[in-house]
Each structure stands twice: as C-alpha cells, then as structure tokens.
T-cell receptor, first 110, second 113 residues
C-alpha cells in the first residue's frame, strides 16, 4: 500500500460547482498535513495546512479524519483559475521529511 | 523578497556529461531538499540536508550527488551515471521543528539530448 494515496482524476467540473478530494495515508503516527497546488509546469505552492480541528480559507475547506486516516479538501464555487493539480502531503511524527501524493487533477470548465 | 531561486530554468545536456543545478534560499531554513518529477508523476526525493556539511540520500539518489557547504546553498549534480536524467527538478526548503511546510523554487527542466 502506498503511503499517501490520491485519486488522480481528472475531476472535470463546471464553474460554480463544489468539488471534494480525499487523500488517505497509511502511517497512523503522521503529524503534519498539507494541501499544495501545482499548476502545469510550475512548482508546487502551499494551499493550506490541515489542522486537527479543520480549517477554512475562503472557498477552500480542509479537514482531517485521524480515525479513518484521510484528509479532505473541499472547493466551493469553483473558478476557472482553480484548474490545477492538488497534492496531498503528509509528514510522519518525529520526522521533517514529507511524503507527497501523486496529485489530483482538477479541470474547471465554463 | 525571501524565497528560493533555482538556475537555470531550462538545461540541455548531452549524454555522458555531468551537470550541476543551482539552488539558493534566503529564508534562513535549516533543511533543504531535491526532488525529481516526471510527467504525470508525483515528487520523488533525491537528497535532503538538515544542516551544513551533512546530507542524506532520499529514495532515488543513484546517479546524483549534492553538497551543503553553506546554509543558503544546496547544489545538485546530475552525473552521467543517472540513466534517465530528463525530468523536472525541484528544490525546496523548510524549518525542521513544528509544522514544517516546504517552500519550493521554480524548478529546473533538464533535457538530455
């Protein structure tokens, strides 16, 4: 089983739609969780950190479910500019070396 | 502005040649990393370093070498021993305590001709 798994997609949604991605992780001792966004042929950029209590930033909501070992990202009112690959990142407890998922591709169309 | 710079942005190399990719950061981060990304694939860790003059192999270190003589700099050499060097190379840095997200440079796209 891969340490961090994501559905590669693509998720193809119309503007204004709500879309959700999940990411599962295998190491129950994982402590740090992040969502990154990567545009085509660009570097990944931090989108959100994921806290135990969940967090929200505008149209984006991230949640952590430790019991089921997954994190989620919800995007409301999708924009064309949200089209990108979303990377799930998990860092085990006691380590600073993260593990990246392979990413989920989102395409928002008019 | 604080950040990470990588150079060059595009690099072409002939088979059998070694090439060095530059990575510099002014974020005062202790840890630095090199990743490789192939089309449609995730990031794979090549090398990482927590402190000056110390570094560790990642998952795919064969055919690569690094040095960490300064906190700000972590150059990667792609040697002729690397079988499939054509890829997108990303450098990143982070703190090593707390909630340590990584910050990435813009990447170097290496093509072997």
């Amino acid at each position: 089983r891969k340490e961090v798994e994501q559905d590669p997609g693509p998720f193809n949604v119309p503007e204004g739609a709500t879309v959700a991605f999940n990411c599962t992780y295998s190491n129950s001792a994982s402590q740090s969780f992040f969502w990154y966004r990567q545009d085509c042929r660009k570097e990944p950029k931090l989108l959100m950190s994921v806290y135990s209590s969940g967090n929200e930033d505008g149209r984006f909501t991230a949640q952590l479910n430790r019991a089921s070992q997954y994190i989620s990202l919800l995007i409301r009112d999708s924009k064309l500019s949200d089209s990108a690959t979303y990377l799930c990142v998990v860092t085990p407890g006691g380590s600073y070396i993260p593990t990246f998922g392979r990413g989920t591709s989102l395409i928002v169309h008019p | 502005d604080g950040g990470i710079t990588q150079s060059p942005k595009y690099l072409f190399r002939k088979e059998g040649q070694n090439v060095t990719l530059s990575c510099e950061q002014n974020l005062n981060h202790d840890a630095m990393y090199w990743y490789r990304q192939d089309p449609g694939q995730g990031l794979r860790l090549i090398y990482y370093s927590q402190i000056v003059n110390d570094f560790q192999k990642g998952d795919i270190a064969e055919g690569y070498s690094v040095s960490r003589e300064k906190k700000e700099s972590f150059p990667l050499t792609v040697t002729s021993a690397q079988k499939n060097p054509t890829a997108f190379y990303l450098c990143a840095s982070s703190i090593v305590r707390g909630f340590h997200e990584q910050f990435f440079g813009p990447g170097t796209r290496l093509t072997v001709l």
